[in-house]
């Protein structure tokens, strides 16, 4: 039924249907045509979504780790070509980015009055450019597609932002470069690496490329000291995008003054691409360095869950409350990712998807309450949930499910994760798990403060309740957040054969001992590894 | 076997008519909701007593599993599936007819309220998410379960939302919950760790099959099971109200009273004492959490039966009442007692649940009143309350024949065979619940009226549909004992005992543990526990019986001031955790966003740029005035040189012809000078 699907260049096509629209919006509407111009575009981000939901059918489970593969040539004296391909997890971010997309479009509407045209172009921009970076096989066209998305989100924070919004857009702009910088490097000292060689290293000699798979297999030959540096800076890229503590700084003042729908777009498919470097590059082709930094990773990852939830305990301003939560949740995922076992890995992965459909949902929630009055303070609510019953209710499903309740999705990631922490080192898990506490903390605080009590507000007494348009870019959200939580298993299935390959990659470089643990959970650790091997051998005893 | 495959449905069915019910909205007419509202646990009571009696009359019953689909794949793999095995089935039973009658009395009681479509959308959704944590043949089902009556809870006591209390008291009750399930999901990871695996029965088997594995160190000092027992019970701390973690059961009273039936008898309070049964296997091979488990049921026994003499909310009466009993529960499974303990909580469900709905039914009655210093001699006003009430009253008192007494009976057997000091303790216990639970009941229905006329022109029994379920309650409390008479010598007719005994059987070494006390002492531990509890009634009433009303008691609060300042203020733990935890972390949070905004973003990021600023200030003054400087210099030398070459270029050709002339004059002398001289 899809197999139409593997005939035609079906990625490209998800990629650049985006960016045709912003042309056609570019070249033939005017200014004053707001209204079909968002009608234009939503049905173009429509169009993409629609488009890459079969991808879902069509990728093989137990095919290829790479599949819809195209391939051009390209600058070929420098080795560059055009290559596209996705495994299961670029398959997941891909659905997730045109979803999103479609929901963040619609969510805009009303939202956004000045400037339409241009807003709907740099958001039709920016699909194009997320949705590169995922399919992207070459580490040339990936950076392209990296730094063009920079743009049109410094755009839609400068010019549709809150009343602090240039300098957000600027800290936003420069951080992320100064990351992407330090990645190029990295991306150019594998690059000679693989040819000729760089300083004092010499290279494996092959012809030059920058083919992605290529640096997967070389990964083995490339010397620890060289790993280590390349590690550390593709770390800064990555740390600054995911963001890791303590590079996390620009994400709560880009979410505040960023539109709703910039907010989603930057929550749900932008700090992904830190994740998914780590995932993609750092882990299959620097395995040695990540067994080495392992301890450091997982120590920023422990210190970010508990650090953001606390930090987002003390918050005034909703945005920011949600913002300082995406730090503890991104701590999650970088948590699973560095257990570096199956469970931990997958759960990670999951938790990507879920981070970006449930903070997704909640920056959606709290911009239809902003239209409404006008603020995102706090304090300026409470007991609204007579006003706005239907909004509580979904409100309340997406607290849950941003807290980890089971039969949603927060807590099948959360409960994977901690699975593998827990049998790489007892202690992470334990550390971790207090996230989970310090979770249902604040945002039940903040439920409480904005829904529960008597209406102490007077403007809050004409509230009215979510509308046909804003059920519809809510619901679909609501509706992936319990199936993912009740029924999982297609979403792990898709990621076993990506799982297993970056396993593969690392595995065989695992230190012999157990020095990579910290000292003070040495024990644990090491108790932890004699069961493991007992278990390994004989089954359960 | 049909009703036996229909067990999934038992679960689904409340949760369906909670989603139904809360897509249909308050638009629909009443009775539909009360239709899908009271037809969902119906129908789901009639599958698990036809499941359940199919169960039990099959001569060889084996644990019936029921896989409804593979929740994971991979490494980890779990199934969403249900068993009914003995332990199961009593818990299915109490859950659904108690929850059933429970649901049966609010729409009596909640009849008048605005959110009534709601208010039964989270009933259900309760009962359902018991079911799922009774019924579930793996953790992982079980904590889906434990963590939906949490939710439950949340939103239930924190129902009357337009109110300042309530939903604090919601959300007190979901973090302190948290807080043990912590605990419970490091447990699980350490289970799944160790065998791959959640579903009881692998999980069981393994352990049973190599006992001494489970009972080697493993960590902080503690075997396997020792950590994982540890870690679950402290999971059944903060679910059954255990001390420490007890503190957000009496605030739980701010939900409606139906609610807090259904809270304190039938589901979410005992899952902890459930789960400790169900993992029964582990905690045989932990004597040291098991001697915590029955510790801390001891104390918390005792501790919360003081603190029930000093509340005057009729609610909270019954609060601390629960606390007290659950503790009972947790001696009864600490010191072995596992099928005594689940089946105190069978009798309690009972008692207990008639309790709070009598109270409802007196609240009813008096507008709204809960507080017993305005009440008094209720009795003939409400005649149908008062009896089942004081049923109810007898028979937590421990009473034979009643239900209490037997279950209550068979825990203190247990208690006295593991170390006299926790029977001791359950025995003073005993004599305390008798005083505190008869000073509730005079000083509700017996004596003179004590509250406004306008309060007493409003008194009326309650209408039938609310006054149905505790008649069908009182039956109970009265008679369900009867199926667990201790075995007294020869005679066994323990029918309950016999039914539980597969899931309770001793593992490994723990075989020895079953005492069997002679009849004579059997008989002597009955007459004592009977004693003391008849003390307790006689000290209540000859502080409140009659006429007395409160005089009995202010006499006691008199003489004892500190005792009584004490205990009003329950041993002032809430104030203690406000002071220390709530502060703490609040502190911490405050003080980590003023990290946060002034040190990293402050002073790192924004640092960063103010020196990329200056460091750009200073290369532009550098620019202007060195590099430039430069620049500018040597125009400024050229530009000086040539004006001192121009002023030569006169134009004057006489004066060329002048410089011509000296210079020759001065080079000829020149070489005069030098060549020839």
Not at chain 2, 83 to 109: K, Q
Not at chain 2, 300 to 322: C, E, M, N, P, R
Request: aromatic share 14%; glycine share 10%.
């Amino acid at each position: 039924m899809f197999d139409w699907v593997q005939q035609i260049p079906i990625l490209s096509l998800i990629c650049y249907v985006p960016l045709a629209g912003a042309v056609l919006v570019m070249l033939f509407m005017r200014q004053g045509q707001g209204e079909s111009i968002r009608k234009f575009a939503t049905g173009v981000a429509l169009v993409d979504f629609l488009l890459s939901v079969p991808l879902w059918f069509a990728f093989d489970r137990d095919g290829e780790l790479f599949q819809f593969r195209e391939s051009a040539r390209w600058i070929e004296s420098l080795g560059i070509g055009y290559e596209f391909g996705i495994d299961g997890i670029a398959l997941l971010l891909v659905l997730l980015t045109t979803l999103l997309g479609v929901l963040a479009f619609l969510s805009s509407w009303s939202a956004i009055d000045v400037r339409e045209k241009e807003y709907y172009v740099f958001m039709l921009l920016l699909q194009t450019g997320m949705l590169g970076v995922f399919m992207a096989m070459d580490f040339f066209l990936f950076y392209v597609f990296w730094e063009v998305m920079l743009v049109p989100m410094y755009f839609l924070i400068g010019i549709w932002g809150g009343p602090r919004k240039l300098y957000a857009a600027i800290k936003f702009f420069l951080y992320t470069l100064v990351g992407s910088v330090l990645m190029l490097l990295g991306i150019l000292a594998l690059y000679f690496f693989n040819g000729p060689g760089l300083f004092r290293y010499v290279g494996v000699g092959n012809e030059k490329t920058f083919f992605i798979p290529q640096f997967h297999d070389i990964a083995g030959l490339i010397p620890p000291d060289l790993q280590f540096w390349i590690f550390l800076a593709f770390f800064v890229g990555f740390a600054i995008k995911v963001p890791m503590f303590p590079f996390h700084t620009w994400l709560p003042d880009a979410h505040v003054e960023a539109p709703t729908a910039g907010s989603v777009i930057l929550a749900g498919v932008l700090l992904k691409m830190g994740t998914y470097g780590f995932v993609r590059f750092s882990l299959p082709i620097l395995p040695n360095a990540t067994w080495r930094l392992l301890p450091w990773m997982v120590l920023l990852s422990i210190v970010g869950i508990v650090y953001g939830a606390l930090v987002a305990m003390a918050q005034k301003d909703m945005k920011k409350l949600v913002a300082y939560s995406s730090v503890s949740h991104l701590g999650f995922v970088m948590l699973g990712i560095f257990a570096l076992n199956g469970p931990g890995l997958s759960g990670g992965i999951l938790q990507m998807i879920n981070h970006g459909l449930s903070t997704g949902a909640l920056f959606l929630l709290v911009g239809v309450i902003y239209e409404r009055r006008h603020t995102r303070m706090i304090a300026e609510y409470g007991g609204i949930s007579a006003q706005m019953p239907s909004y509580a209710t979904i409100f309340l499903i997406i607290t849950m499910a941003s807290i980890g309740l089971p039969t949603l999705n927060g807590f099948v990631g959360e409960f994977t994760i901690l699975v593998g922490a827990f049998s790489r080192n007892w202690l992470w898990a334990l550390m971790g798990a207090i996230g989970i506490v310090l979770g249902a903390a604040y945002m039940l605080w903040m439920y409480q403060r904005v829904f529960f009590g008597p209406i102490t507000n007077p403007e809050n007494k004409k509230l009215k309740d979510l509308n046909l348009r804003e059920l519809a870019y809510l619901l679909p959200l609501v509706l992936l957040c319990f199936w993912i939580g009740l029924y999982p298993r297609p979403f792990f299935r898709i990621l076993e054969t990506p799982v297993q390959h970056i396993l593969q990659q690392v595995e065989p470089h695992r230190p012999r001992s157990a020095a990579a643990a910290p000292a003070a959970t040495r024990s644990g650790a090491e108790s932890l590894t004699r069961y493991d091997s007992a278990t390994r051998s004989g089954g359960a005893r | 076997m049909r009703a036996l495959d229909l067990l999934w449905l038992v679960p689904l069915l409340p949760l369906a008519g909670s989603a139904l019910n809360a897509l249909l909205g308050p638009r629909v007419a009443r009775p539909l909701t009360t239709a899908v509202a009271l037809g969902a646990p119906g129908l789901s009571l009639a599958i698990s007593l036809m499941a359940v009696w199919t169960y039990a009359t099959t001569v060889f019953p084996l644990p019936f599993e029921q896989v409804l689909y593979a929740w994971t794949t991979g490494e980890l793999s779990i199934d969403v599936a249900f068993l009914l095995d003995p332990l199961s089935s009593v818990m299915v039973v109490v859950v659904t007819l108690v929850g059933f009658l429970i649901h049966v009395y609010s729409v009596g009681y909640m009849g008048d309220d605005s959110g009534y479509q709601r208010y039964f959308s989270y009933l259900n959704l309760f009962m359902g998410a018991m079911l799922l944590l009774v019924l579930g043949n793996n953790f992982l089902v079980m904590f889906v379960g434990w963590e939906g009556v949490g939710l439950c809870s949340y939103l239930l006591i924190g129902y009357y939302y337009e109110e300042e209390f309530p939903p604090y008291a919601g959300r007190k009750a979901f973090i302190v919950n948290r807080i043990g399930d912590f605990a419970f999901l490091v447990g699980l990871f350490a289970l799944v760790a160790r065998f791959g695996t959640l579903d009881y029965g692998e999980v069981f088997a393994a352990v049973a099959s190599d006992p001494h594995g489970v009972e080697e160190p493993y960590l902080l000092g503690l075997s396997f099971a020792g950590f994982v027992t540890l870690c679950l019970f402290i999971g059944a701390i903060g679910k059954s109200a255990q001390l420490p973690l007890y503190v957000w059961l009496p605030d739980a009273m701010a939900g409606p009273t139906p609610v807090s039936a259904l809270i304190h008898a039938a589901t979410m309070v005992t899952a902890g004492v459930y789960m400790v049964v169900r993992t029964n296997v582990l905690y045989q091979l932990a004597p040291g959490t098991s001697a915590l488990v029955a510790t801390v049921g001891a104390v918390t026994a005792l501790f919360a039966a003081t603190i029930a003499f000093a509340q005057t909310d009729i609610k909270k009466v019954l609060a601390y009442s629960t606390v007290s009993q659950l503790g009972y529960m947790f001696l009864g499974a600490g010191v072995g007692a596992y099928s005594a303990a689940i089946f105190h909580l069978g009798t309690h469900a009972f008692f207990k649940a008639l309790l709070f709905l009598g109270s409802g039914s007196v609240i009813h009655a008096m507008s709204g009143e809960q507080d017993m210093r305005r009440m008094g001699g209720l009795k003939k006003a409400l005649p149908v309350t008062f009896a089942t009430f004081a049923i109810a009253t007898v028979a937590i008192s421990g009473i034979p024949p009643l239900a209490g007494f037997f279950s209550k009976d068979q825990i203190l057997a247990g208690a006295w065979g593991e170390h006299k000091v926790l029977w001791a303790i359950g025995l003073v216990t005993a004599g305390l619940t008798a005083c505190y639970m008869f000073r509730a009941l005079l000083m509700t229905f017996y004596g003179r009226f004590r509250g406004t006329d306008e309060v007493r022109s409003h008194l009326h029994e309650s209408p039938t549909v609310m006054t149905l379920p505790l008649v069908v309650l009182a039956v109970g409390s009265a008679l369900a004992g009867l199926i667990g008479i201790p075995k007294l010598g020869t005679l066994d007719i323990n029918w309950f005992g016999h039914f539980l005994a597969p899931v309770v059987a001793p593992v490994g070494h723990a075989g020895e543990h079953g005492h069997h006390a002679s009849l004579g002492l059997e008989l002597l531990l009955m007459g004592v526990s009977v004693a003391a509890a008849v003390g307790g009634i006689w000290m209540a009433w000859r502080t409140y019986g009659g006429e007395r009303g409160l005089a009995g008691g202010e006499a006691w609060a008199i003489r004892f001031p500190t005792a009584h300042r004490i205990l009003t203020n329950k041993y002032y733990v809430d104030e203690i955790y406000d002071a220390t935890v709530i502060k703490g972390t609040w502190s911490a949070a405050r003080g980590l966003f003023r990290f946060d905004a002034g040190f990293i973003d402050g002073f790192l990021v924004n640092g960063s740029r103010h020196v990329t600023v200056a460091v750009s200030l200073l290369s532009g003054f550098f620019d202007k005035y060195v590099i430039d400087g430069v620049v500018n210099l040597s125009g400024w030398v050229m530009r000086a040189c040539s004006r001192l070459f121009r002023s030569l270029q006169t134009g004057l050709v006489s004066q060329y012809a002048l410089v011509v002339a000296v210079g020759m004059l001065v080079l000829t002398g020149f070489y005069l000078v030098v060549r020839l001289g």
